[in-house]
C-alpha cells in the first residue's frame, strides 16, 4: 500500500522550516526497494543569518546519515529530536524501510534506539574517502548511485517477516481507527507476544510506540489545519481533550494550543 500521505509529516513547524533549507526525497533502485523506503537530501544556507533550529518527529526507520564531516547511523529516536542549522551545508540521508536495517545489522535493532553509531561498524568503507566522493558531485541523483553503491556491496537476503510488519505498518499509517496493539492482534491474528518480539528485534520500538507516534504525526497535521481540538482528540482516539493534551505535551514539549499558535 502506496502511502500517500504528507510527505513532510513528522518535520515540526515545517511552513517556518522550508524557509530555511529544502529537502527532497527520492526512490531506490528496485535491487533495493526492499530495503530503502527512500533517500532523503537536506540543503541550507544561511550565511549571514541566524542558527534555525528545526525539530523532528521521526519515522519508524533506521537512518544513515552523511555529511562532510559526521556521518553515522541512527537508531530510531523515541523522542522528539533537534537539529540546528547553521552556515551552509547539505546532509545525504538514507532512510530504511521499518525494519529492514536489521538484515544489514542481524542483531536486535532496538540496541540502536536512541543511539548514533559509526558507518564503518556495520559497513565495509573508508568513510573520509566516501565523504569526499559524495560531496565532490553536485547532481543528487549521482550522489544516489553512490550510496546505492555502498548499500550493494554487502546487501544481505530479504526477511519476509520485514514484509509483514511493513503490512502492518501501512495499516497503522492509513487507519486511524488503530489505536491500541489489540486492533493489530486482531486484524492480523498474531500474539501480542510475537509482536513485541518482533518489533523489538526488528524495527526498534514496541507496536505501541509506532501507533504512538503515527497518531501524533497525524495530530500535528490536523492541527496545523486548524481541526477543532476537540474533535481531534476524539478521532485520534482519545477519551477526551485533556488526555490527548498531556501526551502532546509529553512528545512536544507544548501544547497543543501552543504548537499551534507557534505555527500561525
Known sequence: MKDNRNP??????YETGKNKFSITRHAPSDSLQFFIQHYWLVEWDLRGQPPYTQ???????????FQPGNSYICGIESRKSV????DEGQIVGVLFRPGAFHCYFQAPVSTLTDQVVNISDYFSLDINAL???????????????IV???LRKSMPEHDKTVDL???MIDEIVHNVG???VEHLVDQFGISKRTLQRWFNQYIGVSPKWVIRRYRMH???????????MTVLAMDLGYFDQAHFSKDFKAVIGKSPKQYAKNND
Not at 83 to 86: G, K, P, R, S
Not at 131 to 145: G, M, P, R, S, T
Not at 218 to 228: F, H, N, Q, Y
Open 131 to 145: 565523504e569526499e566522493q559524495l560531496f565532490a558531485v553536485k547532481n543528487k541523483e549521482d550522489k544516489i548511485v
Open 148 to 150: 546505492e553503491q555502498l
Open 55 to 65: 525539530e523532528v518527529l521521526q519515522h519508524p526507520g533506521v537512518n544513515v546519515v
Open 218 to 228: 497525524e495530530a500535528i497535521e490536523l492541527i496545523e489545519r486548524g481541526v477543532d
Open 8 to 13: 513532510n509529516m513528522g518535520i515540526l513547524n
Open 165 to 167: 510488519l511493513n503490512e
Open 178 to 180: 488503530i489505536t491500541k
Open 83 to 86: 537539529h540546528i542549522l547553521q
